[in-house]
């Protein structure tokens, strides 16, 4: 079985990585304050949903690494 077959096809393997590169991102920024930060965008209603989405995706991610 391959990598992107274990996540539910390329586009959400590719979606994945994206997302942990994000979440990188978002640390070497925010440091400490990272999941604050991701919890603020995540409820942030002047967003659309798909960015809310987002947001709350990368939230699940730093919950499940214990950020």
Known sequence: MGFS????????????????????????????????ELERRASDRGLNGRDRRHWQRLLTLAYEDNI
């Open 5 to 36: 077959d274990m996540f539910g096809g390329r586009k959400a393997a590719r979606r994945l990585a994206d997302d942990l590169d994000a979440l990188q991102q978002m640390q070497l920024k925010h440091g400490d304050n990272t999941r604050l």
